[in-house]
């Protein structure tokens, strides 16, 4: 109850703002969606960010790809692909949940640009469709560290952080305090 | 620990699956979901105040010509709406002499209903081609309705939902119009997913012996799917081929690009129903 409490707004936010992205140069034309559903699959338990992911997945199909389905699965897959390593190598770590949405949007778009463009002769080029993909990449560069902390805080505050990505905010804390010790002390 | 894991992966699988049954769903249906979608946020997306002021023109008749003092309109936007009504006087001059010609009776050009929208998607993510409006089937917008911009055929409403619409313009792939050629009299369907020189365009399929259109030729409806009046200009011929012995191909380019669309006019009004021929006088 308390996850759809605080993630319907967010599946809302992130419809709402591709359906602004005119108003914004294309450069920072990022696909919010998948940069949250990565964040969740971080932060969250898991088979939540899987639930969350595969929502927004659903909404950007709906909205903004010419396959229904095809930018889903994408998603899904860079998630569970992603979320394999990330919590291997980093449990719940903010910089690598920010990184792994990069490589998220680098692989997600990287396959619908593939798979559409070698399906479908209309829509985008091969040329286009790099360039497209190129720009959603780099807004994600832009927008995955900010969204990455602010989603780490928001779902902090409410509770929702997964086990792992709370002993893990517990003992960056433990951290720096006791670096605020041994400075003190120096 | 396992169990968990293996649970979140059984979820991922069933998810894709989900995913890739999804891709069998028809075009059709994908934006009648897409603007069931914009429907329903449709109420705060209205929170969101309009980016610009939108062009006056939507809003009017699409085919008066009077001078206002106060139009702000650029020489070429002027220059299109002239070329548009030239290309329907000039289809409706033609018209006229064939009508001359049967010693029929003239009927007087039908100025359409309609209703002005406001383009509220536009290039979202990796969907180009399809456009979202604000006006639904609670404003007397329908699946088929014509679209016009300036008097210039522009596309189709795919799909309507109460409070919104989504329309494909004439070069998506899954617009179909029935158009004829304003000098030669060939009739045929316009449909999208041709190229020039890498720009989107439109190809005209039309069945007959010999086609005797020049390039540079203008188009407009002809009015036989009920979608647009006849007489709106589609745009002109760039090139013919023909295909076998009884097809030709002729690519045209729209009249109007899109791309910068922020308001347009959409028909409202219903086809007219044609009595259907009784046997014996029962229907």
């Known amino acids: 109850m308390r996850e759809t409490l605080v993630l319907l707004p967010l ?77 291997e190598l980093a449990p719940a770590g903010r910089y690598f949940a920010a990184l792994a949405a990069i490589a998220g949007s680098v692989v997600a778009h990287g396959m619908y640009f593939v798979l559409s463009t070698s399906l479908s002769a209309g829509g985008f080029g091969w040329s286009a469709g790099g360039a497209k993909w190129l720009s959603l990449c780099a807004a994600a560069a832009i927008w995955a560290g900010p969204v990455a902390w602010l989603l780490h805080k928001v ?14 905010r517990a003992s960056r804390t433990t951290r720096h305090q006791h670096r605020k010790m041994r400075a003190r002390r120096a | 620990m396992r169990r968990k894991k293996s649970y979140s992966r059984t979820i991922l699988v069933v998810l894709l699956l989900v995913a890739f049954a999804c891709m069998l769903i028809p075009t059709g249906q994908r934006l009648g ?54 290309a329907k006087l000039l289809d409706e001059n ?38 979202g409006l604000d006006r639904g089937t609670q404003d007397g917008t329908r699946v088929g309705s014509g679209v016009l911009y300036l008097g210039v055929a522009v596309g189709k409403i795919m799909a309507a939902a109460p409070r919104a619409a989504c329309f494909a313009p004439l070069t998506h792939p899954e617009t179909r119009i029935a158009v004829r050629l304003t000098i030669c009299r060939a009739e045929g369907i316009l449909q999208g997913g041709a190229t020039i020189e890498g720009q989107p365009a439109c190809v005209l399929k039309v069945v007959a012996a010999e086609l005797n259109a020049r390039v540079g030729e203008w188009i407009v409806t002809s009015g036989l799917d009920g979608s647009f009046p006849a007489g709106c200009w589609i745009g002109q011929v760039a090139s013919i081929e023909r295909r076998g012995n009884m097809e030709w191909a002729v690519t045209v380019k729209p009249a109007c690009e899109t791309d910068g669309l922020e308001a347009v006019y959409v028909l409202t009004e219903p086809p007219v129903q044609m009595p259907r021929p009784t046997r014996n006088g029962r229907p």
């Open chain 1, 11 to 87: 599946w809302l936010i992130a419809a709402l703002w591709h359906i602004q992205l005119g108003a914004l140069p294309p450069w920072l034309h990022a696909d919010l969606g998948l940069l949250m559903g990565l964040c969740a699959m971080a932060f969250l338990r898991r088979e939540t960010g899987l639930i969350f992911l595969f929502a927004l997945g659903l909404q950007a199909d709906l909205l903004g790809s010419e396959r229904l389905g095809l930018l889903t699965a994408g998603y899904l897959m860079s998630g569970g692909v992603l979320l394999s390593i990330e919590r």
């Open chain 1, 155 to 168: 779902w902090s505050w409410t509770g929702l952080l997964s086990p792992e990505a709370q002993g893990a």
């Open chain 2, 33 to 86: 979901l897409r603007s069931q979608l914009l429907s329903a946020l449709r109420p705060v997306l209205d929170l969101f105040p309009s980016r610009e002021e939108q062009p006056a023109v939507a809003s009017r008749n699409v085919y008066t010509l009077e001078p206002d003092a106060r139009d702000q309109r650029s020489a070429s936007e002027t220059e299109r709406q002239l070329q548009a009504e030239l």
């Open chain 2, 94 to 131: 033609q018209r006229l002499r064939a009508h001359l010609r049967a010693a029929t009776p003239v009927r007087g050009q039908r100025i359409p209903k309609g209703i002005s929208a406001s383009v509220i998607t536009r290039e979202l993510l990796w969907e180009q081609s399809v456009y």
